[in-house]
């Protein structure tokens, strides 16, 4: 039998995955061991090495690109398969993304095409998706759609609000200066749906100031520099916490009942409910059929992807009301399968219009699940991979 051996980490669609493959006919081994480092390793390196002796395995897959595993892999000759769904992910701005071993699929256009442009040969665009068996099974008993159950809310958002963030850490260290010009970027920014800003605005004269404040740890393989990591790491999820608190605090100001279910700090949001966390198998599904208005703010990091939120939502039959984002038209057709919200003020409007207009709402909804299933499956997804493969190193 075929088979593939898993990198197991904390990535939500893991297991969708790793069934598909299954389902295609692969005997699929995972191996689990934490990294503190996803560049330089050797005792994990050392224990993929001999693990990879032990058995002939057609490829090795990862959820993210792992420069340590591509490593191991190119000294092996032995493929090495990933499919990202964060962006950017600095692990990937290492030599070993040019290696001939690695087979990288992104679930962004635009880093895709920054990478081409690099001269990384195998890479290919491949957008995330949902697993519709799954969330159908977990949906059973719940075909009524929403009520005033344990998960029936009229606006909700499920997801982290990235109060635990870097430039929390370091913002009293900085100079005045510093602080106000990155709280302005940042204010401009989380005005901002489909567009990203921050790296731009980090002027030579910043980034010649910045290394007293901010120390970049890379390892000698790594070529991301200063500009990108603290753009991202830094800069990126403190923009996605001022965005998405606004947002929330604004929706509960114009009078809406809104929810929220993370394992974030939500103390600073008045009006809004605070319910818990969920269980991504068993209770999310449940919540995003059963809510009126399911929520998605993606991260400014994501230039253009679909972030999987989104095939969520949709895969389990719920409404929802999302950002802009450049490949959203490629796939959806706003106002049909979901619809999309250009800045605070339209997102406001469009919540109130929806929950005012049921049916229009649940026949949206309805078409979503329809619109995932046909076409946006992890199988489908999976199948992409593997004819990929094929063509070059599975006979």
């Excluded at 002796?53 to 490593?71: L, M, P």
């Excluded at 709280?183 to 290394?211: C, F, H, K, R």
């Excluded at 269980?279 to 230039?303: A, V």
Aim: glycine content about 6%.
């Amino acid at each position: 039998m075929k088979k593939i051996l898993f990198y197991r980490w904390k990535a939500y669609n893991y297991l969708d995955i790793r069934r598909a493959f299954e389902r295609a006919g692969f005997e699929v081994r995972e191996i689990k061991q934490k990294l503190e480092n996803y560049d330089v390793a050797p005792e994990f390196q050392q224990f993929l090495s001999d693990e990879l002796k032990k058995e002939s395995y057609d490829f090795v897959f990862t959820v993210n690109y792992f420069a340590v595993i591509a490593e191991v892999c190119h000294d092996m000759s032995i493929p090495y398969v990933s499919w990202t769904c964060d962006n950017p992910l600095i692990s990937m701005y290492h030599e070993s993304v040019f290696y001939d071993t690695n087979f990288i699929f992104s679930f962004d256009r635009v880093n895709c095409e920054e990478f081409r442009s690099l001269g990384v040969k195998n890479i290919w665009y491949l957008p995330l998706a949902a697993n519709s068996d799954r969330l159908s099974n977990a949906l059973w008993g719940h075909e009524g759609g929403w009520n005033q159950g344990i998960y029936g809310n009229e606006v909700a958002f499920c997801g982290s609000l990235y109060e635990r963030n870097t430039y929390d850490r370091i913002e009293k260290k900085l100079p005045d200066y510093l602080r106000g010009y990155f709280d302005g970027i940042m204010g401009v920014q989380a005005d901002l749906y489909g567009s990203n800003i921050l790296e731009t605005m980090l002027t030579p004269d910043i980034l010649s100031v910045l290394p007293k404040y901010f120390h970049l740890k890379k390892s000698e393989g790594s070529f991301s520099d200063l500009s990108l990591v603290f753009s991202t790491t830094v800069l990126g999820f403190k923009t996605a916490q001022i965005q998405r608190m606004k947002a929330l605090l604004l929706l509960a100001e114009a009078g809406l009942s809104v929810s929220i279910y993370s394992n974030s700090d939500t103390s600073e949001l008045i009006g809004v409910k605070y319910r818990g966390g969920l269980d991504y198998w068993t209770e999310l599904p449940k919540c995003y059929k059963e809510t009126k208005i399911n929520l998605n703010f993606t991260i400014p990091n994501i230039k253009s992807g679909i972030p999987l939120r989104v095939f969520d939502i949709m895969g389990s039959g719920g409404f929802c009301l999302t950002n802009f984002q450049a490949e959203m038209p490629e796939y959806f057709k706003d106002g049909y399968d979901l619809v999309m919200f250009y800045s605070y003020t339209d997102m406001v409007e469009k919540a109130k219009y929806y929950l005012s207009h049921d049916t229009l709402r649940e026949t949206i909804a309805q078409r979503s699940a329809q619109k995932i299933k046909e076409f946006h499956t992890v199988e489908k997804r999976t199948a992409v991979i593997l004819d990929t493969l094929r063509k070059t190193v599975i006979k």
